[in-house]
């Protein structure tokens, strides 16, 4: 009923520049919180950055100053821009939507739903 399409990622040098997407879509009410978060080969996923619907973000230390979030209400999308990126950088970053949705005709139910994953690599 639900789904997160994210895209955008892609292999880049060091010092490079990507833009990620991530569109929800189907049966959906609101959406609170988005963000971002990814998982390095043998590490735990880890939280990148979030953006509440009133436009108010928060971003993880290791990528403060380089990396910008934002959305689109209107869309259901989140964007996630990456400047001046390190090969530490590299990692499967998923889409995550904290919403709720229509179950029924007259039902509503909440969900935390993720994406199915893009990878970015960062060369040295």
């Known amino acids: 009923q639900v789904q997160l399409v994210e895209s955008g990622g892609g292999l880049v040098q060091a010092g490079g520049s990507l833009r990620l997407s991530c569109a929800a879509s189907g049966s959906i009410f609101s959406i609170n919180a988005m963000g971002w978060y990814r998982q390095a080969p043998g590490k735990q996923r880890e939280l990148v950055a979030t953006i509440i619907s009133g436009g108010s973000a928060n971003y993880a230390d290791s990528v403060k100053g380089r990396f910008t979030i934002s959305r689109d209400n209107a869309k259901n999308t989140v964007y996630l821009q990456m400047n001046s990126l390190k090969p530490k950088d590299t990692a499967v970053y998923y889409c995550?939507?904290?919403?709720?949705?229509?179950?029924?005709?007259?039902?509503?139910?909440?969900?935390?739903?993720w994406g199915q994953g893009t990878l970015v690599t960062v060369s040295s």
């Open positions: 995550n939507a904290d919403l709720t949705y229509y179950s029924g005709s007259y039902y509503l139910n909440t969900l935390d739903a």
